[in-house]
């Protein structure tokens, strides 16, 4: 009886110097997870506050046969090294007047749609008048082969306007070139009523990198200055 009483004893005080090591270390490990967490939710929020510094307008209205046009602009790249680099590099290449590459996206919902002619003709206009225009289309494969013509280098085709309409569902991004709007910016020749623009500050992963997306189930198509 006497020696497991003594077993007892030990087992006890094992237990309880066991107990008095982990009770700091669970602490320890607790504070350690509490301060990661925050680190963590401080360095996300503010990686969103940087992603959300691109200076940009939009704008949406609905026309009279139940189109919603929404619109979003911006420059070409969040980064101003990378678009200096490019306005210089296309102004060289298409031979263009002052200015930098913008990007328009438009995405149409509800009924109908936006015709190629008005993505292909679209303004951004404001108090001082034309700011920013669509490069012209190309000459595409199928026509080249009908007429004879050389096709447009790869390169213009990836900034002319798109060759099909917009149909409802659909985004699509029209690169422009021309000057930063300004006050009173409204884009012209979308539709039977001018998109009023209200400046804003997009995040640099919600501007569409590619040139046409979808955004619901429907069909539709994508595609230098005038």
Not at 126 to 139: H, I, K, N, Q, W
Not at 158 to 166: T, V, Y
Not at 194 to 220: E, K, N, Y
């Amino acid at each position: 009886m006497t020696g497991s009483r003594v077993v007892l004893v030990w087992a006890l005080l094992f237990v309880a110097a066991l107990a008095v090591a982990i009770v700091p270390l669970a602490a320890r490990v607790r504070k350690s997870a509490r301060t990661h967490d925050r680190a963590g939710r401080e360095q996300a929020l503010a990686q969103r506050n940087a992603d959300a510094d691109v200076a940009g307008f939009e704008g949406e209205i609905e026309t009279a046969r139940g189109t919603r046009i929404s619109v979003r602009v911006a420059q070409l790249h969040a980064g101003e090294r990378q678009q200096k680099f490019d306005a210089n590099a296309l102004a060289r290449r298409f031979g263009l007047g002052e200015g930098e590459p913008f990007v328009c996206e438009i995405s149409a919902r509800g009924e109908g749609g936006i015709a190629a002619e008005a993505l292909r003709s679209i303004a951004i206009r404001d108090e001082r008048g034309l700011a920013l225009s669509p490069f012209p289309p190309v000459t595409t494969a199928l026509e080249s082969a009908i007429t004879g013509t050389e096709p447009a280098d790869p390169l213009a085709t990836l900034l002319a306007p798109p060759a099909e309409r917009l149909s409802a569902g659909f985004a699509v991004s029209v690169i422009l070139w021309g000057r930063a709007p300004e006050s009173g910016a409204f884009v012209s020749g979308l539709s039977d009523v001018d998109v009023a623009l209200a400046p804003t500050h997009l995040a640099s992963r919600d501007l569409d990198a590619a040139l046409a997306r979808i955004d619901g189930p429907s069909a539709a198509g994508t595609g230098a200055p005038k």
